[in-house]
């Protein structure tokens, strides 16, 4: 019985402690009524939090230039000998208008800008979210030869497990190691698969001294790291036998002599037993826009050109693009490449063509190439435009309002892009110059910055 009682006594005490507390509660806040006004009890309200966005709509109503105004703004910049050989385009963005024109239909050379029509075209043929595959295959495990297959990854990379890829999200040869390992096979020969492109390697126009400098690798449908043959390297040269290298780093994973591996002549019939994924096309077509990579720019019209059921080859991707961009009206004529990066001296582009093409991205009628406008870089802040319109106050007041893809050979310097101009209208432009002076490309810049500061309307 005694611990019946003493649970009944502790009911009694925990009982007569809360009306204790609640009684004390009661007479504190009788007090505080006593001493204080209702107004005073209750705390004011917060003022309402206003948003202040760093980034703001350009105004629909903003005066766009008139084309006197913008021609006889732009003829200082324009008298610049340094300029060389110069056409360009300047439109509404909003209309399409052209505002200003010079030799627009002429073709130029126009190096890396090419990379805008090869965006525009895979915006319109290919998902945002596509991936491309490389696997490994055998057909008869006993036989213990194990093939890699490229689908045209250039991301692909052979950088150990926790350490750094040049690209953001590569696949990687350990995983396909692994998966192998996995299946079972009993691997004792590694060969590689390239089938899926054809046609030469390099490009007409190309210099193979680009391979060493890093600007270029011979196009294989497998390659590690763009073909880099120093992974995270800036300065790294590419490889003269990308696909070779691939192979033998799958050998090396799966503890396979390197020297046993060879590049087929033809395609391999097998069954799939690895596989992994490129990063998703808005991601490579980013990396291309903003470093300006020209071998993923061939990987990418090799795309295209699969989704149209043309060869994977520098041809069939060439006619893969420019008949994207004719489906979506806009004007080729003139135009002639061999390649889709503009690495070939050999390319010809209008200003028409380009301007046309940035447009109809920054334009309300084809949503489809919106991104467009999203993957060039920002002048003085991203990409092969992050250290450039820093130098001159003409310039530094275009930094952050002026977006563009660049391009450089000897020689030739281009842009193409948009810009907000001081009363808030959006402007696109095409700019080349061929056969440029020794400050050419500065002398580019500054032309462009116009565009910015210009008080061109009416």
């Not at 689908?151 to 692909?156: I, K, R, S, W």
């Not at 080729?332 to 301007?355: K, M, N, Q």
Request: aromatic letters at 4%.
């Amino acid at each position: 019985m005694r611990p019946t009682t003493w649970r009944r006594s502790t009911h009694i005490v925990i009982g007569v402690a809360v009306v204790l507390v609640v009684a004390v509660v009661v007479v504190a806040a009788a007090l505080l009524r006593g001493n204080t006004s209702d107004a005073d009890a209750i705390p004011a309200a917060p003022a309402p939090a206003a948003a202040d966005p760093g980034i703001k709509p350009v105004s629909d109503s903003a005066d766009k230039p008139t084309p006197d105004k913008l021609a006889a703004t732009l003829a200082l910049a324009l008298a610049d000998p340094n300029l060389g050989a110069f056409t360009g385009r300047i439109a509404d963005a909003a209309t399409g208008e052209q505002l200003w024109a010079q030799g627009a239909d002429v073709p130029m050379q126009p190096a890396s800008v090419t990379k805008v029509l090869t965006t525009a075209a895979a915006l319109l043929a290919l998902d945002r979210d596509d991936r491309l595959t490389t696997t490994v295959t055998a057909s008869d495990q006993r036989l213990g030869l194990v093939v890699l297959k490229g689908g045209g990854d250039p991301t692909l990379s052979a950088a150990p497990k926790g350490t750094d890829t040049w690209y953001r999200g590569a696949a990687r040869i350990s995983d396909l190691a692994d998966q192998v390992r996995r299946s079972g096979a009993k691997v004792t020969t590694v060969a590689v698969d390239v089938s899926a492109y054809s046609g030469p390697t390099m490009a007409p126009g190309w210099d193979p001294l680009d391979i060493d400098g890093g600007d270029i690798a011979p196009m294989e449908a497998v390659m590690l790291d763009g073909g880099r043959t120093q992974p995270v390297s800036v300065e790294s040269r590419r490889s003269t036998t990308p696909a070779l290298d691939a192979g033998r780093a799958l050998a090396v994973a799966l503890r396979v002599d390197p020297a046993t591996v060879k590049v087929l002549p033809s395609a391999f019939d097998g069954d799939e037993i690895a596989s992994v994924h490129s990063p998703p096309l808005i991601e490579r077509l980013r990396e291309m826009m903003n470093n300006s990579d020209n071998v993923m720019a061939e990987s990418i019209g090799r795309e295209v050109a699969a989704a149209q059921g043309k060869p994977q080859s520098f041809d069939g991707s060439v006619r893969a693009v420019l008949g994207e961009l004719d489906s979506a009206k806009i004007d080729t004529s003139g135009s002639y490449l061999v390649d889709c990066s503009g690495l070939s001296i050999d390319d010809r582009l209008t200003a028409e063509t380009l301007d046309e093409t940035v447009s109809a991205a920054a334009g309300p009628d084809n949503p489809t190439l919106r991104p467009l406008v999203d993957l060039l870089p920002i002048a003085g802040g991203s990409g092969t435009l992050s250290n450039r319109f820093l130098d001159t106050d003409a310039g530094r007041a275009s930094a952050g309002w002026l977006r563009a893809k660049t391009g450089s050979l000897t020689a030739t310097n281009s842009l193409v892009g948009i810009v907000t101009d001081s009363s808030g209208r959006v402007l696109t432009f095409a700019l080349l110059s061929n056969v440029a002076g020794p400050t050419g490309r500065t002398s580019l810049d500054a032309f462009a910055a116009v565009l910015r500061s210009c008080g061109c309307s009416p």
